[in-house]
């Protein structure tokens, strides 16, 4: 039973730095590419910096929720198991 606990922490811990290191990476590319873009198509504006860091945002988001929704179904059927 204690065991368990541990595990519980080490996931919830591995789903908030896999979350950090997601969105900081998706928030990087889309920098660099939104640059790279407003250079070419808009040079005196920054336009799909900001877009692309927000969706860049909206993207780690998504993956969080995802992973988090996951967890949460896998502790419902572990604990499902473990009454049968």
């Known amino acids: 039973m204690r065991n368990k606990g541990k595990k519980s922490v080490y996931y919830v811990f591995n789903l908030v730095v896999q979350f950090f290191v997601e969105t900081f990476v998706a928030m990087v590319i889309g920098y660099f590419l939104g640059k790279y873009l407003d250079s070419l198509w808009f040079p ?7 877009v692309l860091l927000i969706l860049g945002i909206f993207a ?7 992973r ?13 198991d ?3």
């Open 44 to 50: 005196e504006k920054e336009v799909l910096v900001y």
């Open 60 to 66: 780690g988001l998504s993956n969080f929720i995802k």
């Open 68 to 80: 988090a929704i996951s967890l949460s179904n896998k502790g419902e059927n572990d604990e499902k």
């Open 82 to 84: 473990q009454s049968n």
